[in-house]
């Protein structure tokens, strides 16, 4: 799986990507600044695609983990489908030209007007939504029975099976609000006969986010498994697919994580036979972290070295606003000067933001350059995954410039906010 520097190396002392500098681009752009590297979204995604080549496949990128156009444009381009839990998600799908039958829409509340959103997409609908509860199909089946349309469904199957992963992104326990029980689904397939504007073709899963281990997804695709067994005398035309979710981790600092051919060789495990033919059931999966985590760095600039006699504080122009994971999470992310000479020696930092919180910190008592000083550039790396796309403007802070760089170029693919961004609306 991906490392933290594996799309972004030192050149000539100074941090880059395909040789170009990221000093230049703070320089030109300004600071923070989201840098995303290309090949860093695309070598994952590549992997993915090899390990499920003998099956017929759709990887669905999660865009919520980054919603960037040009990022969507960039793995659409390279035959992705899109994951998405929104309207404002769709919207941005189809700016980005995804084609309808690449898109599932997963999520415990969309509305009804999301619903009817999703139906028109293109004109024929999207492909699948991944429907979350009892309510959801009964509100479904009537948007789409008002629209003289059969909506496509899948059910998600909570699997109740502990992901050991963070509490607030663990998805597949009973005690969590996602999906529908065993006992559920069979209620559904029973009333199916009532629900003339559904029409079932699939099951997910989704079990949570930064797995660390295959083993809680080796049970709930036994479970899958189980399930699809049962259903199979009871449904009278079948499955079109099954949706395996995302969730596998990326190393932010030195954990070990599952390799890609790994996790597909499980896939091939638990339901290789019934994805080959006659049966052809397609495969789903939807990772977010795993292509976008590590293509992206915030580039920051220092503002003060403020010393106490404890510690030293390093004060940088980025905050919780621009990326909230350590304070939402208290998740690390390793952070590194841009000059590779400022690498040495190290002391005791705390690397705070500006954000009136103590909970605006990057990182406490962390082994930091001591000689990195007010003006100097750092990187906090591994934040391509749920960084710009959890930003916000607390404390009136303007989001930032977000960066492509791709065959040896960069580009701004989203320009810094301004202070007028930051009022529009208001009277
Ligand atoms: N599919 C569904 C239905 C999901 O809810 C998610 C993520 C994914 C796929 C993609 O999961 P991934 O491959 O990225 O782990 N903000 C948190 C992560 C929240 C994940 C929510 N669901 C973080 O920064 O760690």
């Known amino acids: 799986m991906t490392q933290p520097l594996q799309f972004f190396q030192y050149e000539n002392g100074i941090l880059s990507s395909e040789n170009v500098s990221l000093a230049t681009i703070a320089q030109k752009i300004g600071t923070p600044v989201y840098i995303y590297s290309a090949e860093g979204f695309l070598t994952p995604f590549r992997e993915f695609s090899e390990g499920l080549s003998e099956f017929n496949h759709l990887i669905c990128f999660a865009l919520k983990s ?6 969507l444009r960039l793995l659409a381009q390279e035959g992705a489908g899109m994951d998405l839990v929104s309207g404002g998600e769709l919207y941005r799908a189809e700016k980005a030209l995804v084609s309808a039958e690449k898109i599932v829409f997963s999520g415990v509340g969309k509305t009804a007007e999301e619903m009817q959103q999703g139906l028109n997409y293109h004109g024929t609908g999207i492909y699948s939504f991944n429907v979350e509860s009892i309510p959801e199909l009964k509100l479904l089946n009537e948007v789409a029975l008002n629209m003289n349309r059969k909506a496509p469904v899948a059910l998600r199957f909570n699997p109740d099976v502990d992901a050991k992963t963070h509490p607030y992104i663990s998805t597949g326990l009973k005690k969590n609000k996602f999906g529908i029980s065993k006992s559920e689904v069979l209620e559904v397939i029973r009333s199916l006969d009532q629900l003339k504007g559904i029409h079932l073709k699939g099951l997910s899963i989704h079990i949570g986010s930064q797995l660390l281990s295959l083993a809680p997804l080796d049970d709930a695709f036994g479970r899958l498994e189980e399930l699809l067994c049962a259903l199979d005398q009871k ?28 996790y ?48 030293d504080f390093l004060v940088i122009d980025a905050a919780m606003n621009d990326l909230i994971r350590p304070a939402l999470y208290e998740s690390y992310h390793e952070i590194v000067p841009i000059h590779e000479k400022h690498l040495l020696p190290k002391v005791k930092t705390n690397i705070v933001g500006p954000v009136c919180e103590s909970s605006d910190c990057f990182a406490s008592d962390r082994p930091f350059p001591a000689h990195a000083d007010q003006g100097e550039l750092v990187a906090i790396l591994s934040a391509g995954a749920y960084g710009f796309s959890m930003s916000s403007t607390y ?16 580009q701004v693919i989203r320009s810094r906010e301004t202070w007028e961004d930051l009022i529009r609306g208001e009277d």
């Not at 980054?66 to 990022?71: C, E, H, P, V």
Request: charged share 30%; aromatic share 6%; glycine share 10%.
């Open 66 to 71: 980054n919603s960037n156009l040009s990022i």
């Open 264 to 311: 597909c060789k499980l896939i091939k495990k638990h339901f290789g036979k019934r994805l080959k033919a006659p049966s052809q059931l397609k495969i789903l999966i939807e990772p977010g972290r795993t292509l976008s985590g590590n293509a992206g760095v915030l580039v920051s600039k220092i503002i003060y070295r403020k010393q106490r006699r404890s510690k």
């Open 395 to 410: 404390n009136s802070r303007p989001r930032p410039a977000e960066v492509l760089i791709q065959k040896g170029r960069f």
């Open 235 to 262: 449904l009278k035309s079948p499955l079109e697919f099954i949706d395996l979710g995302g969730g596998i981790g990326i190393t932010y600092r030195d954990e070990k994580t599952p390799p890609i051919q790994k």
